[in-house]
């Protein structure tokens, strides 16, 4: 600014000086050409020459503009139509996100044919898109290595829904190992890992997530506790007491209320002679949650039992969490076989008021025809068994599929941690 403004004055000066000089120079000039004859002095002379710089200057100005007219109405027009195409992108991306696909996929459309550059449009495209066309587009971001991690991730989920696991397994991992903290990618790896029985790999993935916090508290703990799980089935396959004993101890400590977990850390330990210690396992778990399979293994502690002892190691349990169905259906089943008559049917009572089941009737059953020897009320309870409800059972998630036991993956439809009990 002060520089200007020197330059500004500097010559400021200088004009004035140079007017001066020539006005005090009066001088004359004669110009003659082709029969004209022109008598000035030499400041007209001057003055004249600076208007004809000026005027030249800008006819030439004019010119230029009449000449690189149509370049900058077409440079103007690509702006707009850029501008447009951006529009009908950041408005596409809106009307994904309020799960309106339909006009979503309308301006996805728009945005691909007015922007030149696809990588732009390539994720909204993606999403839009089914099939074949959105697989093209993820290919397109997995190509370019800024957006590679969304683009493997699409191309995951992809294969997944069809049915290629392996193919899955392979995208996904690429994804993992280009680093990131993409949303659900460290889950997904997991159960695609898990279900191809990769245990050393799935926890390795875990561990991973825990650093780059893409998975933490319960969520991470129960999946520990799944590979615990299955390391611990594996030991057991190879004949690996030690290992076996270890890995379900540590299954169960990574997820207290995994009912599989404690059942094989109990059974475990009783195998290594540390039945107390099996005891207090179960406890802990039926104290958080109570569970019939529970009951089951702690009656497997000591198979030699009296019926009487077996009620005694029944109640002390039960007591830690008193008010589950399943809870009264097991004091009443081993009551039943101690000849308990009266705490056999408190019980039942109990059970069928909080979730009748065709189990607890024929239990019922049993109990007028050993107590009473009534035929009668016993096929009344029966008649009742067969229009009751199913039992209780492992159930998956996905498939909706019962299956006999809990196993890490659905034994019908192979999905990972699917089965819950009801
Ligand atoms: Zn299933």
Known sequence: MIRRLLTFAVLAGLLVAATVWLADRPGSVTLRWE???VDTTVPVLVLAMLALMIAVNLLLRLAGALVGGPGRFLAGRRAKRTQAGYRALSD???ALAAGDSRQARKLATRADR????????????AQVHSGADAERHYQRLAERPETAVLGLKGLTEIAIKQGDKAKA???AARAWSLGGTTDGLAA???????GAGQWIEADATLAEAKRRKLLSGADLLHRQALVALARADQAERDGNAAAALDFAQAAHRAD???VPAAVKAAAALHRAGKTRKAESVLAATWEALAHPELIEAALTLAPMESPLDRVKRVEKLVR???DSACGHAALAEVALAAKLWGQARTHLEKAVELRPSAGLYILLARLEREEKGDETAARDWLVKAAGAGAEPAWTCQVCAKPADSWAIACPACGAVDSLVWR
């Not at 007015?114 to 495209?125: I, K, M, V, Y």
């Open 169 to 171: 397994l392979e995208l």
């Open 256 to 258: 207290p209320i995994l």
């Open 92 to 94: 596409g991306m809106a």
């Open 188 to 194: 997904t790896l997991f159960d695609l890992q898990a």
């Open 35 to 37: 029969g004209w004859r």
């Open 114 to 125: 007015l922007l030149a550059d696809s990588s732009l449009t390539a994720l909204l495209s």
């Open 320 to 322: 830690l969490n008193p």
